[in-house]
């Protein structure tokens, strides 16, 4: 009885054995962020945290000013830029935009090398953010705006920024000497609207929405062939048939300003600016919003 007792639990054990051997219990997890399986047909992904598994370049580029030394900086595992590297690099001294790096792949980093023109970045541990003075804070990115959009039409921008009233230029180009001839967004004008020109200016009233100030937002921008849309958070504000012609203009396009107009900076924060060439579908505009406002808390 004691053999055979044996034998089965032999038998059990080598069962068992075959039957867990066929799993794996200890998968290594990749990470997942929102830009996977999200990067046809993007123009820039800039964010202060990483917004896709395969990227492994730096978040930021700043100077501190007390040397005018220059560092890159990656994220922590928060997945936000690591401020605590940050603080105990920069002392006491404040620290500037550099470079914000573009996590597409494309390498369309935005940039600003003249030290009087850099934004002031903040290390605040929630939501870091860099902001413009109003006066000539700004940063280049150096891609004509007919690649960034679909030949100065379509296009979609998802971001997060501190909405302020001013005489500003949130992001965009304007066409040297022709002031009507531009991709850009206002957010907000003094009037306490947010504006978006996603062509020849100005298509009224489907370019502008009330909106309110001094307070992080998250909002998209699509242009269709025909129709513009302004969302807030995930709500329509504004959209309608765009009636103006396209955007011609060839340089590239500004954060804080208007690339090719230097007037009208802007006092914005920003956290977080995604591009797309095209009017990308509502479910992935959908799932970047909801990401955007639930990961900055906003």
């Known amino acids: 009885m004691t053999r055979v007792l044996f034998f089965i639990c032999l038998l059990f054990s080598v069962f068992c054995h075959s039957q867990i051997g066929q799993y794996n219990h200890f998968p290594t997890i990749r990470p997942s962020h929102i830009l996977d399986e999200k990067l046809n047909n993007i123009s820039f992904a800039y964010s202060l945290r990483v917004l896709e598994s395969d990227y492994n370049g730096p978040l930021i580029r700043l100077r501190r000013d007390s040397d005018n030394m220059e560092q890159d900086f990656g994220w922590a595992d928060n997945d936000i830029v690591d401020v605590e590297a940050i603080n105990t690099w920069r002392g006491g001294a404040n620290v500037f935009i550099v470079i914000w790096y573009d996590q597409s792949g494309l390498g369309r980093n935005a940039i600003q090398n003249t030290n009087a023109f850099q934004p002031r970045f903040i290390t605040n541990p929630v939501r870091p953010y860099f902001f413009g003075d109003g006066i000539n804070d700004r940063l280049d990115i150096n891609t004509s705006i007919q690649l960034l959009t679909n030949a100065g039409v ?90 103006l012609g396209r955007c011609t203009a060839t340089n590239g396009a500004g954060i804080l300003y208007s690339n090719g107009y230097n007037q009208e900076f802007a006092t914005n924060r920003f956290t977080e600016l995604i591009m797309y060439r095209m009017d990308i579908n509502l479910t992935e505009i959908q799932e970047i919003e909801e990401s955007q406002i639930n990961f900055w808390n906003l």
């Open 154 to 243: 379509n296009g979609t921008i998802l971001t997060v920024l501190y909405s302020t009233s001013n005489n500003q230029f949130s992001f965009g180009t304007r066409r040297a000497g022709v002031s009507r001839d531009r991709w850009s967004i206002h957010i907000n004008w003094t009037n306490n609207r947010v504006y978006f020109d996603s062509g020849i200016c100005c298509s009224n009233p489907v370019r502008h929405a009330s909106n309110t100030n001094n307070q992080w937002q998250q909002f998209s921008f699509i242009r269709a062939n025909i129709a513009q849309t302004i969302r807030r958070s995930g709500t329509v504000l504004r959209t309608g048939n765009y009636t």
